[in-house]
Structure formats: structure tokens, C-alpha cells
């Protein structure tokens, strides 16, 4: 998910995608999931913002990605800590994905607002 461009390597969300749907079958672990479904969001948003990837199928694979860690990480146990914390570092995807233009932060506040049940603030809006 995060290719050394500068070495002409490619970005693959055939494969990132592959590891995840490998993983689902071969475990059953949902917090192991959740957990990679997150990690997948954290790198693909990482890579765009700092090497200013603007592909557009690229980012709209990001975004699914978002939707489908969101839920499945809020399918996890309320009471868990796992859930807050994959929950907590979605919110930094989330404000990464505000910085990458194209929608993709929009699209992820709906995807946001559709799982979470108190809307996120960001830094932007003045309410920390």
C-alpha cells in the first residue's frame, strides 16, 4: 500500500486487498480484521498524502476500505478497548482524508456519520 515510488514500484490494491480477503478466511479473527481493514486505511491514506497521490481509483478504493473498517469494527464489542482504539485511529484517517481533496474526506464523513453515533470533530471545526 505504500510503494517506494521513487524506485518505480506500484501501488497494488489488488493485492492489499487479496491479504485482507486471505486473512477473513483463514481466520474468522474479527478483531485481527478490523485491525487490518484499519491498517489497510492508514497506509493507503498515509501514501497518498505524502507522496501526493491523486489516483482515482486509488482513493476510491480508500474510501470503500473506510467503509468497510468502520463496519466492521463498530460490529465489534462496544465494551472493548479494540473497538475504541480502531475506532480512534479511523478519526485520523478521517482527518487525513480531509486533506487529500477529490471528496474523499466528504465521503468519508458519511461513511463516518452512517456507523458512529456522534459525529467526529475536527481540528477545523474549533470544537477540541
Same mark, same amino acid.
Not at 468497510?68 to 465489534?76: F, I, N, P, S, V
Not at 480512534?88 to 466528504?106: A, I, K, M, Q, S
Given at each position: 500500500?505504500?510503494?517506494? #515510488?521513487?524506485?518505480?514500484?506500484?501501488?497494488?490494491?489488488?493485492? /492489499?486487498?487479496?491479504?485482507?480477503?486471505?486473512?477473513?478466511? *483463514?481466520?474468522?479473527?474479527?478483531?485481527?480484521?478490523?485491525?487490518?481493514? #484499519?491498517?489497510?486505511?492508514?497506509?493507503?491514506?498515509?501514501?497518498?498524502?505524502?507522496v501526493a497521490?491523486?489516483?482515482?481509483?486509488?482513493?476510491?478504493? +480508500?474510501?470503500?476500505?473506510?467503509?468497510? /473498517?468502520?463496519?466492521?469494527?463498530?460490529?465489534?464489542?462496544?465494551?472493548?478497548?479494540?473497538?475504541?482504539?480502531?475506532?480512534?485511529?479511523?478519526?485520523? #484517517?478521517?482527518?487525513?482524508?480531509?486533506?487529500?481533496?477529490?471528496?474523499?474526506?466528504?465521503?468519508?464523513?458519511? +461513511?463516518? /456519520?452512517?456507523?458512529?453515533?456522534?459525529?467526529?470533530?475536527? *481540528?477545523?471545526?474549533?470544537?477540541?
Amino acid at each position: 500500500m505504500w510503494p517506494d #515510488v521513487f524506485r518505480g514500484e506500484e501501488a497494488s490494491v489488488l493485492k /492489499a486487498k487479496r491479504a485482507i480477503s486471505d486473512y477473513r478466511k *483463514a481466520s474468522g479473527d474479527a478483531d485481527g480484521l478490523a485491525e487490518l481493514m #484499519v491498517y489497510y486505511c492508514e497506509q493507503a491514506a498515509g501514501f497518498c498524502q505524502d507522496v501526493a497521490y491523486q489516483d482515482a481509483a486509488y482513493l476510491d478504493a +480508500l474510501v470503500r476500505m473506510f467503509g468497510q /473498517a468502520l463496519r466492521t469494527t463498530t460490529d465489534l464489542s462496544v465494551s472493548g478497548t479494540i473497538r475504541n482504539r480502531l475506532l480512534e485511529r479511523l478519526d485520523r #484517517v478521517l482527518d487525513v482524508g480531509h486533506e487529500l481533496g477529490y471528496g474523499v474526506g466528504d465521503d468519508m464523513d458519511v +461513511l463516518h /456519520a452512517e456507523f458512529v453515533p456522534f459525529p467526529k470533530r475536527r *481540528a477545523s471545526d474549533g470544537n477540541r
